[in-house]
Nanobody
Framework: QVQLVESGGDLVQAGGSLRLSCAVS????????IGWYRQAPGKEREWVAR???????TYADSVKGRFTVSTDNTMNPVYLQMTSLKPEDTAVYYC?????????WGQGTQVTVSS
């Protein structure tokens, strides 16, 4: 089993930056990748970014060039650096641990971008 705790969410003006953190504990040796997702009010949860144990990264088109996911070979913590934030980035952001035996989610952290 693995536990995830997100932090760093805040209220920020459009054009600003935030860095989210995902603290990972438990059976981290079985961790294959960490994904960041977000869910805006009234919308489905959507994938934002992903980093593998080999430190390979991928991004949704909507955040490419603005968001950066990073970690080290311990995969703890995992960061999501967000720049040039837009009001449409407003959402609860979740990290997701992709384990060899299943997926685990954190409780989420709120990001609000004002125009």
């Amino acid at each position: 089993q693995v536990q995830l705790v997100e932090s760093g969410g805040d209220l920020v003006q459009a054009g600003g930056s935030l860095r989210l953190s995902c603290a990972v504990s438990g059976r981290t040796l079985s961790l294959n990748a960490i994904g960041w997702y977000r869910q805006a009010p009234g919308k489905e949860r959507e994938w934002v970014a992903r980093i593998t144990r080999g430190l390979s990264t991928t991004y949704a088109d909507s955040v490419k060039g603005r968001f950066t996911v990073s970690t080290d070979n311990t995969m703890n913590p995992v960061y999501l650096q967000m720049t040039s934030l837009k009001p449409e980035d407003t959402a609860v952001y979740y990290c997701n641990a992709q384990m060899s035996f299943g997926d685990y989610w954190g409780q989420g952290t709120q990001v609000t971008v004002s125009s």
